[in-house]
């Protein structure tokens, strides 16, 4: 019975390891998986969250005020800094009930969702040039805030130092 199981597993040993060096050498993306990446659409996460495209009309006198800096970082991709005003990053209420002026930032790139944001910085690993990032305000409920109309947001463009 031992003998047999040695040779099980040597078997599998060898035979995962011939199957790893015939995938690398044909090719094969040995890459991870990307978890950032999804669209919960379809699935019963992404039906909670269906209310992406309302808005909270918030009085410009109490509105909270965003502004937005993009900084290549010096070892790899870009840093990304939000600065807020009359605005609190709640994590911790991440959809729960609406709190006026709390709740989190949605960051696009070149118009696709990439991340909420539940602080001031994120690190952005790659971008191409002059991609647009675009960064919203949201509430609790993923609802976005607006005035007049318009999405509390700031475009920026990636542009690397000459």
């Known amino acids: 019975m031992n003998r047999i199981l040695a040779i099980f597993v040597i078997g599998l040993g060898l035979g995962g390891g ?10 094969v993306a040995l890459t991870g998986h990307d978890y950032g990446a999804h669209d919960h659409a379809g ?20 509105a909270p005020t965003l502004s937005v800096e ?29 709190v006026m002026n709390e709740g989190h930032a949605h960051v696009y790139v070149d118009g ?8 001031n910085w ?20 993923h609802q976005t805030y607006g005035v007049d109309g318009k999405a509390i947001s700031v475009a920026v463009v990636a542009s690397s130092a000459p």
């Not at 002059?130 to 409920?141: G, K, R, S």
């Open 18 to 27: 011939i199957g790893f060096l015939t995938a690398a050498s044909s090719g």
């Open 43 to 62: 699935t019963a996460e992404g039906m909670e969250h269906q209310n992406h495209d309302e808005m909270v009309e918030v009085a410009l006198d109490s």
């Open 70 to 98: 993009l900084i290549e970082d010096p070892m790899s991709g870009w840093n990304l800094h939000v600065l807020t005003e009359d605005f609190q990053f709640t994590p911790e209420n991440a959809g729960a009930t609406h």
């Open 112 to 119: 696709v969702k990439i991340a909420r944001l539940y602080g």
């Open 122 to 141: 994120m690190h952005i690993a790659a971008l191409p040039d002059a991609a647009e990032v675009l960064v919203t305000l949201n509430t609790n409920d």
